[in-house]
């Protein structure tokens, strides 16, 4: 009987220890914002606006993102604080901090956010 106890008391540290171990959560990975230089409004930002936001924003709806006008529409409306995108609507709708969700279904991808933050901090130039 006492050798059955011992063996349970073995096992049951064993098991514990064991669990405990694989139990372990793997180290989270940490998104680090890729920078890039000289972000082109043609080349980078305009395609994005392209892609996710001109079914909305055609004309009616401002800012009008549509290719040729959105430039004019962002800087004319307000929509960005050259070289302080945390004063930018543009980069507080993409974020949803500050203005409405933007698209208002799902978000950008982190990175698709951080160039157009980037863009902004560099001077948003119309380049
Ligand atoms: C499904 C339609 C839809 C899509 C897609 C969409 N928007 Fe909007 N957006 C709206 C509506 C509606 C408003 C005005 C009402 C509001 O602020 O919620 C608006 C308002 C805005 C405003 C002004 C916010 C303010 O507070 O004045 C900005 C800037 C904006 N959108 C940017 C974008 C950008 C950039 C994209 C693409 C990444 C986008 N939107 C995609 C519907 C849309």
């Not at 698209?103 to 948003?124: F, H, R, T, Y």
Request: glycine share 6%; hydrophobic share 35%.
């Amino acid at each position: 009987m006492k050798n059955i106890v011992q063996l349970l008391v073995v096992a049951i540290i064993g098991l514990t220890t064991y669990s405990c171990y694989h139990d372990k959560l793997p180290e989270p990975i940490l998104e680090e914002e890729i920078i890039v230089d000289n972000v082109s409004f043609k080349d980078d930002i305009q395609p994005i606006f392209t892609q996710n936001c001109i079914n909305c924003h055609n004309g009616t709806l401002p800012p009008d993102l549509r290719v040729g006008n959105s430039y004019s529409a962002l800087t004319n409306g307000n929509f960005i604080s050259p070289s302080n995108k945390a004063a930018s609507i543009l980069y507080k709708s993409l974020t949803g901090n500050g203005a409405s969700q933007m698209p208002p279904s799902l978000p950008l991808e982190q990175a698709k956010i951080n160039l157009v933050g980037q863009w902004i901090d560099q001077g948003a130039l119309n380049n």
